[in-house]
């Protein structure tokens, strides 16, 4: 019987797995090595961070979705990975395997920029975004300048979009607005560039939201240092905080770094197999992705939900038909859908491809799809509890 280890369990692994069992029924052992015992619905950090929603609200624990599968859950830090071997090594033992699915997503990397993650808070993972909370609390006894942004090398850029707008909301409720200039800073050559050169008018209504919201804009711009009180930026501007907030650029996790590209991102052919490794393969955010264009300020091309699932579910059928000997479906360019929260608004954003140019792009903005985003986290945490991992 052929055994298939997964590293990480989040959107891209348990999309794998379930899609393996599915395909293969009692044709393979499958095992999921996670170092953390919990899926955490991601697109809903900037919410946690606003105190819209607790830990327990968008978590589900691993080995209650995997048992059911007859899916062997590892709670276990994959330390390297033996690639000529064929071999997962985590701190307790190695993992021998016939197909091994990445799925680790980033390292965030706050070395980028000096007292990044010390001076300026992060809500790309669940610690963080407490963290950010907590930070908020503080911050709103005593009220000032905040500074909100994306530095040089980051991919990605919504979250940060998500944050600024759901701060104006909060801020607005509160009666507080009035007390706190916000000021988005982006590596990004223009709002709404979203690190895949825009989406249809995606600039003038993200320049236009800011406007509305008197969000003041600095784009096309790197950070050159964070201190407690100041955001230093590369041309000598100096933005005075009490409270900043920035993505951090990303890198592939240290255990499969070797197996990537310089910033260990996994390189992989049209079925995310890998280039050079034929029993491996990857999906989501461990994924390495060319940008579309050389950004004067570097940026990287985002790796969303709905690009991981689509990467993880080709994987997924690539190995099964290796296994079955049935044919594989052609590959096809993923697409993204997302909506971005806006606070009191949201957009809805779809491009398949994800970069241009385009057979589809969509963006529109409106309350509608506010309540689709709320219902959409409900749906979502529903359905992968139950392994189901149909695309919307
Ligand atoms: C704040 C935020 C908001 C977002 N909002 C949206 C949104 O609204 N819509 C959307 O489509 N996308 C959104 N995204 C993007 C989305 O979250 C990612 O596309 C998705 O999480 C990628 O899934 P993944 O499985 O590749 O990686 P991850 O979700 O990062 O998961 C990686 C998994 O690997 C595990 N792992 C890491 N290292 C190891 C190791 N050494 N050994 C074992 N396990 C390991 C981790 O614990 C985790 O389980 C958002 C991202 C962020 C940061």
Redesign the pocket.
Known sequence: MARIVI????????TAAFDLRRHLGKKAEIVL????DK??F?????WVSMGWRSPGNITLQLDRMLKPKRIKFLH????GVDADASKVI?KKQEIPYDYLVI?????LVFSAVPGLGEHAGC???LEH?VRARIALERFLENPGPVVIGSVQGVS?F??MY?YACELDTELRKRKMRHKVPITFVTSEPYVGHFGISGLRNSRRIMEDEFAARDIKVIANQAVEEFTAGEVRLKDGTRLEHRLAVF?PPMAG????FHLGNPKGFIPVDDHYRHTRFRNIFS?????AIAPPEQTPVPTGV???????EEM?KQAAAAIAGEITGKPVPEAEPVG??????MGNTAALMKARPVLPPRQEAVLRAGVVYKWM?LGFEKYYLWKIRRGLTQLP
Do not use: R, Y
Request: overall charge negative; glycine content about 12%; some cysteine.
């Open positions: 590293t990480g369990g989040s959107f891209g692994g348990l090595v996670c170092d953390t899926f955490v991601i697109p809903s950090l900037p276990e830090e994959a330390v985590t799925a680790t997503g980033p390292d809500i790309f993972t975004a990605c919504g979250p998500e993505a996790v240290k255990a499969v999906a989501g955010v461990a994924v985002p790796k969303t939900g709905s690009m991981t993880a993204a859908l997302c909506i971005m929260d985003k």
